[in-house]
C-alpha cells in the first residue's frame, strides 16, 4: 500500500510540473498506475468491486487534480472504473447464467492472458448490454416490460453484488482482480495500438494528388500520413509551425523523412493557403461529449478559415482522448498558461516596465495558452480507433465507453465520506 | 456592356447628363416608335438593340466623349469621324470566297487587326491592303450580307434587311463612289465590302510600334476619306430623307451600329470610354513562371538574382530569390552602376535588406529618392527632359523591383510621378520643370500620406472609447499614431498586440507602445481566439485595399479579421486612399510576395527549434515565407480613410471618382 502510494506520488508530481504531457504518454502512463493499483490493493470478501472502484476514485482525483488539464488522465481513470463496472457485472450473469465460460477463462496461464480472458469478458459484457439495452421490437410492439432486463439495469451498483457473491466468493474475488487487470492490459495495448487501427484507415480519406493541412505535431496524424504514404498515395501537406512550440518543425522533418512532400509555412499563412487546401487533419488533445476539441493553440483559427473554404476539418485521435464531460467556458477553464517566455525573451522588456508609474500595475501582460477549443460545428469528421464519426455521434461513443456513475470523480468519495 | 452603352450614346440625341441611379431612359421607346424599320430589323434580343437597353445603375459617362459622340451623332460637321458604315450595294460584291477568312464574330480587336493585316491572299491590293490594317485595328471587311448571316443571335434576315435598307444602302453607295475616287483607286476592287471606318483619338501604342512611315501615311489618308464619307452621308442622308429632321438620320446610324453589333467587330462604340478605362486596367504582372519572360528580365538586370531552391509549385508565378547572395554583390558594384542615382541606389539597398519596410516608408524613401534624382538631373543634349526623364526613372524603378516587388502605394506614386512629367509645360525650362517636380513630390507625400495619416487618425480616434480593448496585429504607423493619439487625449483603453512569425514586428511596436505608458497585452497569432474574448475593436493597417473590397495586407491579416468576425467583432482597416487599387483579387495565391524561406527554419532566440537545418538539401521540403494575405470584404466592418469612413463596396467609388482628379491634378 505505501508502495503504490508513492508512485502515485511521483506521477502526481510529474503531472503538476508537466513533465508528462501529450495525451498519449499520460493515458498510457495512468493506466500503468492503476493496474499497479488496483493488483496492489487489498480485496475484501463483499463487495470487491466497490472497494476497487472507491480505490481507482481515490487515486484518480488526486491525478486529476495535479493537472486538470490534462483530461486524458480522467479519461482513463474513467475508464478503468467502467472495466471494473463491466468485468463485476459479466462475471455476476455468468454466475446466474452458471455458464461453462468459467473453464475457458479460469485458467491462469500467463500465456493466455492477452486475449482471451478478455475477448470473452468482452463477450459477455457485449452479450450482456444486449439483452440489456435495446428493447426487443417485440416488447415495444406488445408493451410488455422487459421483465428480465430492467432490474438488471438499475442494480448495477453495489446491491446485485450482494446477491451473487454469496456462490463462490474465493474463486471470485481472485476472478474479479484478474479479469480487470487483463481488461486494463488490453486497455494500454490499445492506446499503445491506436494510432495503427486509425492510420488503417487513412487510404479511405486521403485520394490521389490530395492537398493536406495540419498544425503542429502529432503522432497521430503523422502515422495517419504515412500509412497514405505506404499505399502509394501521392499527396502533398502543408504544416503551419504552430508558434510558439514548432512542432510543426519536427512533423515536417518526419514526414520529409518518410518521403513525403511537405510545405512549412508560417500560422499567419494558414488564411491563404486554406483555399488550396482539400483537407485539413489534424490531432486532438481531447475530444469532449458534445463534439468540442481541445486543440493545440492556433487550431481555431484554422477551423474558421476551413469553414469559410468548406475544406473538411477531420479530427483523428485514439479513444483515450474521448472525454465524457461536456465544456463550459473551455477556452479559459481547460487551458494551460504557459511560460511568456516563449514569446519575449526574459528581461528583454524590463526596460520598459516602470513599475513606480501609476497604481503598480504592470502596463505589459503576455499571454501564452497552449490550447483551443474547437467547438463541434466546425469539425467535419473525427477518426477514432473505431472508425469515422461524426461530432453528434460523440456522446453516443462516450457512452460504449464510460459509465454515467463515474462521470464525476470527486462527488462519490465526497458523498461517501 | 460597355459597347452597348457607348452606342447608345451614339444614338441619343440628348445631351448627356451624370445620370445616378436607377431610371427608365426616357428616348429609346420614343426612337423605337418614330422608325418601324428599326425596331422591326431589331434581333429578338433585346440587350441586342440599343433602344431596349437599360442603363446600369450608376453610368457616368466621361463628358470628353459624351460631347463627341453628340455632335456627330447629330449629324453635325464634326471634324472627329465616328463609325461610319459604309455598306457597299450588294450587287457589286464580287463573291469571292475569301471574304470569308476574314475574321468575322470576333470580338477581340487586335485578332481582326491581324486576321486583315494577315491575309495577302484575299485578294485586295496591297494598297488597299496597307490602308485598312492602318486604320488601326477595327477594321472589318465583309459583305453584309455574309456579317448578317454569320452572326446567329443577331437573328438578322438579310433580305429583309436588304430591302428595308435600299434607300439608305443607294445613298451609302454614292458615298463609296465619292470615297473611292478620294483613294485613287484600290478600294473599287474590293467592293462589295463593308468597310467601317472607325478610328480612335488614342491609339494603342502597340499599334504605334507596329505602324511604320507608310502605314502612317494610309492611316492619314484613310482618316481623311473616313472624314469626307461621314461628312457626304450626313448630307446625303438629310437629302434623301427631304424635310425629316436630323433626328431621322439616326436610325439609319442606329441601324448601322447595331449592325456592328451584329456583325460583333464594330467595337467602335467602345472606343471612348473603353480606351479610357484601358488605362486604368492594370498592366499584368510579369509571371515568373513564363519562361522566355524571365530570362529576358535577367538579362536586363541589375541586381544578381539566384532562383531559390525547393520552391513551392503554387507560388511558381512569383519571383523568389537566393537572399542574402544580392546585398554583398550590389554594395560591390555600387561604383559600377552608372546609370543608378546614388540616393535611389541606397533605397534598393534599404529595400533588400529589409530595413525599409511598411508601404508608407517605402513609398516615402523611394520618392525622396526620386526627388534627389530629379534634382541631379541634367537633361541630355538632344533630348527632351520630359522623355528622357520619364526613362530613367522607368530604370530607377525596374532597379528597385529587382531589389524587392513593388508596394501598390508605391506604383500609385510611380504613375503620379511620371504624369506630372508627361504633364509638364513645354515652355517650362529644365530648371523650372526640375522645381514643379519636387514640389509636385513634396506635396505628394505631405497629402496623400502625412495628412492623410492626420486624417485617418482623426477619424479613427472618435471610434475609441473607455474602457475598449483593442487589438491590433502586425506593425502600421498609421494604427500606431491612432492609438497614442488616443492615449494623448486621455482615452482609458488596453491594447493587445497580436504578433506573427516571422517578421515579429509587433515586438518593436509593442515597445513603442508600452514606453508610451499604454497598457498592452501581448500575444501570439494563434492565441488569437483566446484573447478575442476580451477584444471590443480590431484596428488593422493595410498595405493596399483593393476594388473589390479585399484588404491587401501583412500576411496574418486575414486570421485576425476572421476570428473577430467569428466573434461578432467589429473590424475597422486603416488604409490611406493613395494605397486604394483597380485591381480586384480573390485569393492570396495570384499575387503575393514571398519572403526568405530561411527565416522560416530559423527561430530567433529559440535555439531548441532547429529541426529544419539544411532544409534545402531535401527537395520534398519547401518553406513557404508569403508576404501578404487577402482579407475578404466581409469581414470587413469599416475602412477608414482620408475621405472619411467608407464601407467596403464604396472602395472602387474612392478609385474611379476620387482619384481620378488627384492624379491628374
Not at chain 2, 341 to 347: A, E, I, R
Request: aromatic content about 6%; charged content about 25%; glycine content about 6%.
Amino acid at each position: 500500500m505505501p508502495d503504490t502510494q508513492s508512485l502515485v506520488n511521483d506521477f502526481v508530481i510529474k503531472l503538476k510540473r508537466r513533465k508528462v504531457e501529450g495525451s498519449h504518454a499520460t493515458a498510457r502512463q495512468t493506466a500503468e498506475l492503476l493496474r499497479s493499483v488496483i493488483s496492489q490493493q487489498r480485496v475484501p470478501y463483499t463487495n470487491q468491486a466497490g472497494a476497487l472502484i472507491d480505490a481507482v476514485k481515490a487515486v484518480g482525483e488526486q491525478l486529476v487534480a495535479a493537472n486538470p488539464v490534462e483530461l486524458a488522465v480522467g479519461n482513463i481513470v474513467r475508464r478503468v472504473l467502467h472495466i471494473i463496472r463491466e468485468e463485476d457485472i459479466s462475471l455476476a450473469t455468468n454466475a446466474i447464467g452458471g455458464l461453462g465460460l468459467s473453464v475457458g477463462s479460469d485458467d491462469e496461464d500467463d500465456a493466455a492472458k492477452d486475449d482471451h480472458p478478455a475477448l470473452s469478458a468482452a463477450a459477455v459484457a457485449a452479450a450482456f448490454r444486449s439483452t440489456l439495452r435495446p428493447p426487443s421490437l417485440h416488447a415495444l410492439l406488445e408493451g410488455v416490460p422487459d421483465s428480465g432486463a430492467v432490474p438488471h439495469a438499475s442494480s448495477s451498483g453495489g446491491d446485485s453484488e450482494g446477491k451473487s457473491k454469496s456462490a463462490d466468493k474465493s474463486t471470485r474475488s481472485r476472478k474479479l482482480k484478474h479479469d480487470v487487470i487483463e481488461a486494463i492490459n488490453e486497455l494500454i495495448q490499445d492506446i499503445d495500438t491506436c494510432h495503427e487501427q486509425i492510420a488503417e484507415q487513412a487510404v479511405e480519406h486521403i485520394h490521389q494528388n490530395e492537398v493536406i493541412l495540419t498544425l503542429g505535431r502529432s503522432r497521430t496524424v503523422m502515422e495517419f500520413l504515412c500509412a497514405a504514404k505506404e499505399k502509394k498515395r501521392s499527396f502533398r501537406v502543408f504544416v503551419a509551425e504552430g508558434a510558439p512550440r514548432y512542432q510543426g518543425h519536427v512533423l515536417a522533418k518526419e514526414l520529409v523523412a518518410r518521403g513525403l512532400q511537405t510545405t512549412v509555412i508560417t500560422d499567419s499563412a494558414v488564411f491563404a493557403m486554406i483555399s488550396r487546401v482539400n483537407m485539413v487533419i489534424i490531432g486532438a488533445h481531447a475530444i469532449m461529449a458534445n463534439g468540442g476539441v481541445i486543440a493545440p493553440v492556433g487550431l481555431n483559427m484554422v477551423a474558421l478559415a476551413a469553414q469559410r473554404h468548406a475544406v473538411p476539418f477531420v479530427v483523428v485521435g485514439g479513444s483515450h482522448k474521448l472525454c465524457p464531460l461536456y465544456p463550459h467556458n473551455p477556452e479559459v477553464l481547460l487551458n494551460d498558461l504557459k511560460s511568456p517566455s516563449e514569446l519575449l525573451d526574459f528581461g528583454e522588456f524590463s526596460d520598459c516596465m516602470n513599475f513606480s508609474s501609476g497604481n503598480g500595475a504592470p502596463l505589459l501582460h503576455v499571454v501564452n495558452p497552449a490550447f483551443d477549443y474547437v467547438p463541434p460545428n466546425l469539425v467535419s469528421l473525427f477518426i477514432t480507433d473505431t472508425g469515422g464519426h461524426n461530432p453528434s455521434y460523440m456522446y453516443r461513443l462516450i457512452a460504449d465507453y464510460y459509465s454515467a456513475e463515474d462521470l464525476s470523480l470527486q462527488q462519490r468519495p465526497a458523498s461517501g465520506n | 456592356m460597355d459597347s452597348r452603352r457607348a452606342s447608345r450614346m451614339v444614338i441619343d440625341p440628348k445631351p448627356k447628363v451624370r445620370q445616378v441611379g436607377f431610371f427608365t431612359p426616357g428616348a429609346p421607346p420614343e426612337r423605337t416608335k418614330s422608325s418601324p424599320a428599326e425596331s422591326l430589323s431589331s434581333p429578338p434580343t433585346s440587350d441586342m438593340s440599343p433602344a431596349g437597353n437599360s442603363l446600369s445603375p450608376v453610368m457616368i459617362p466621361p463628358p470628353r466623349h459624351a460631347s463627341d459622340n453628340l455632335s456627330s451623332s447629330l449629324g453635325l460637321n464634326s471634324s472627329r469621324v465616328l463609325p461610319v458604315p459604309v455598306p457597299m450595294s450588294p450587287i457589286r460584291r464580287p463573291s469571292t470566297g475569301d471574304n470569308l477568312n476574314l475574321p468575322l464574330g470576333s470580338y477581340n480587336p487586335s485578332e481582326s487587326l491581324l486576321g486583315t493585316s494577315l491575309s495577302p491572299s484575299s485578294g485586295f491590293d496591297d494598297e488597299g491592303l496597307s490602308e485598312d490594317t492602318s486604320t488601326s485595328g477595327w477594321f472589318v471587311r465583309g459583305n453584309p450580307g455574309k456579317v448578317a448571316s454569320s452572326f446567329p443571335s443577331g437573328g438578322f434576315d438579310t433580305t429583309a434587311m436588304k430591302s428595308r435598307n435600299i434607300p439608305v444602302v443607294s445613298n451609302l453607295t454614292t458615298v463609296s463612289h465619292l470615297l473611292t475616287k478620294r483613294k485613287k483607286g484600290g478600294i473599287a476592287e474590293k467592293g462589295g465590302t463593308l468597310v467601317e471606318v472607325q478610328h480612335e483619338q488614342v491609339r494603342d501604342s502597340k499599334l504605334k510600334e507596329k505602324t511604320s512611315k507608310a502605314e502612317r501615311r494610309a492611316l492619314q489618308e484613310a482618316q481623311r476619306s473616313a472624314k469626307a464619307a461621314s461628312r457626304a452621308e450626313g448630307s446625303k442622308t438629310a437629302a434623301t430623307s427631304g424635310g425629316v429632321t436630323a433626328a431621322n438620320a439616326k436610325p439609319a446610324k442606329a441601324k448601322a451600329s447595331q449592325k456592328k453589333e451584329g456583325s460583333s467587330v464594330a467595337s467602335s462604340d467602345r472606343k471612348g470610354p473603353e480606351k479610357d478605362r484601358k488605362k486604368d486596367v492594370p498592366h499584368p504582372r510579369m509571371q515568373f513562371d513564363d519562361k522566355q519572360r524571365v530570362e529576358k528580365a535577367k538579362r536586363r538586370a541589375v541586381v544578381k538574382q539566384t532562383e531559390a531552391r525547393n520552391r513551392v509549385e503554387l507560388f511558381r508565378h512569383l519571383p523568389q530569390y537566393e537572399h542574402g547572395t544580392q546585398l554583398p554583390d550590389l554594395e560591390s558594384r555600387f561604383f559600377q552602376l552608372e546609370p543608378m542615382h546614388p540616393s535611389v541606389y541606397k533605397v534598393g539597398l534599404q529595400y533588400l535588406s529589409g530595413d525599409t519596410s511598411g508601404s508608407n516608408a517605402r513609398c516615402i524613401a523611394m520618392l525622396q529618392a526620386f526627388k534627389e534624382a530629379i534634382k541631379d538631373y541634367t537633361t541630355p543634349p538632344e533630348k527632351a527632359l520630359g522623355r528622357d526623364l520619364t526613362a530613367k526613372i522607368s530604370s530607377y524603378v525596374s532597379f528597385l523591383i529587382e531589389c524587392r516587388p513593388l508596394s501598390i502605394s508605391m506604383g500609385y506614386a510611380i504613375r503620379f510621378l511620371k504624369n506630372r512629367i508627361a504633364k509638364l509645360p513645354l515652355t517650362f525650362s529644365e530648371t523650372e520643370a526640375k522645381a514643379t517636380l519636387c514640389s509636385d513630390i513634396d506635396r505628394f507625400i505631405n497629402e496623400k500620406i502625412i495628412l492623410a495619416d492626420k486624417a485617418i487618425v482623426k477619424h479613427a480616434v472618435t471610434k475609441i472609447r473607455d474602457g475598449d480593448v483593442l487589438l491590433i496585429y502586425g506593425s502600421s504607423c498609421v494604427i500606431e499614431m491612432i492609438l497614442l493619439h488616443a492615449h494623448e487625449l486621455g482615452r482609458q483603453f488596453r491594447v493587445v498586440v497580436v504578433d506573427s512569425r516571422p517578421k515579429l514586428e509587433g515586438k518593436a511596436l509593442l515597445r513603442r507602445l508600452v514606453s508610451k505608458g499604454l497598457c498592452c497585452t501581448y500575444t501570439h497569432i494563434n492565441a488569437l481566439s483566446y484573447i478575442m474574448h476580451e477584444v471590443t475593436l480590431v484596428f488593422l493597417g493595410a498595405s493596399s485595399v483593393l476594388c473589390n473590397g479585399t484588404v491587401y495586407s501583412r500576411v496574418g491579416t486575414a486570421c485576425v479579421a476572421m476570428v473577430a468576425h467569428a466573434f461578432r467583432l467589429p473590424v475597422l482597416i486603416c488604409c490611406e486612399a493613395y494605397k486604394f487599387h483597380e485591381r480586384v483579387q480573390l485569393d492570396s495565391i495570384c499575387s503575393n510576395e514571398l519572403g526568405d524561406p530561411d527565416v522560416i527554419a530559423k527561430v530567433p532566440g529559440r535555439e531548441d527549434v532547429d529541426h529544419l537545418e539544411n532544409w534545402a538539401n531535401n527537395e520534398n521540403l519547401q518553406l513557404l515565407n508569403l508576404m501578404y494575405d487577402v482579407t475578404p470584404s466581409d469581414y470587413v466592418s469599416m475602412i477608414i480613410t482620408d475621405y472619411g469612413m467608407i464601407p467596403p463596396t464604396s472602395v472602387p467609388v474612392i478609385v474611379r471618382e476620387y482619384r481620378r482628379e488627384h492624379l491628374w491634378m
